[in-house]
């Protein structure tokens, strides 16, 4: 159903709405860390984007298996937590940074 989280990419949505992942070896190319965090933040705006769809399918009754929704909402919210995570941790070392003397 869905792929095991590696690394600091936030788990795709595998076979609710098809994303796939890519490891950090295919991300980290020519850009580094900035097509990482582009590509994370673009996989959890699909992510998200997704949940809403399943909600609203919910909503409205032309979901035929609401654990779909409920996966896929439990998804969202974990790749969010794991993305404000991330954010918090490099805004941490970047302070622990500037803190440093010269």
């Keep these: 159903m869905t ?3 590696s690394g600091i990419i936030p788990v ?3 076979a609710v ?3 796939t992942e890519a490891g950090p070896q295919a991300a980290a190319g020519a850009d580094g ?3 990482v965090l582009a590509s ?3 996989k959890l705006q699909s992510t998200q984007n997704a949940a809403d769809s399943l909600g609203a399918q919910a909503a409205t009754g032309d979901l035929k298996d609401v654990h779909d929704y409920i996966i896929a909402r439990t998804e969202a919210s974990l790749a969010t ?3 404000v995570t991330f954010k918090n941790k490099a805004v941490e070392a ?3 940074i500037m803190r440093m003397p010269v």
């Design 40 to 42: 994370t933040f673009d």
């Design 81 to 83: 937590e794991m993305v």
């Design 3 to 5: 792929a095991p989280i």
């Design 17 to 19: 709405g098809g994303v």
């Design 12 to 14: 795709g949505l595998g």
């Design 94 to 96: 970047f302070n622990e």
């Design 33 to 35: 860390f900035a097509s």
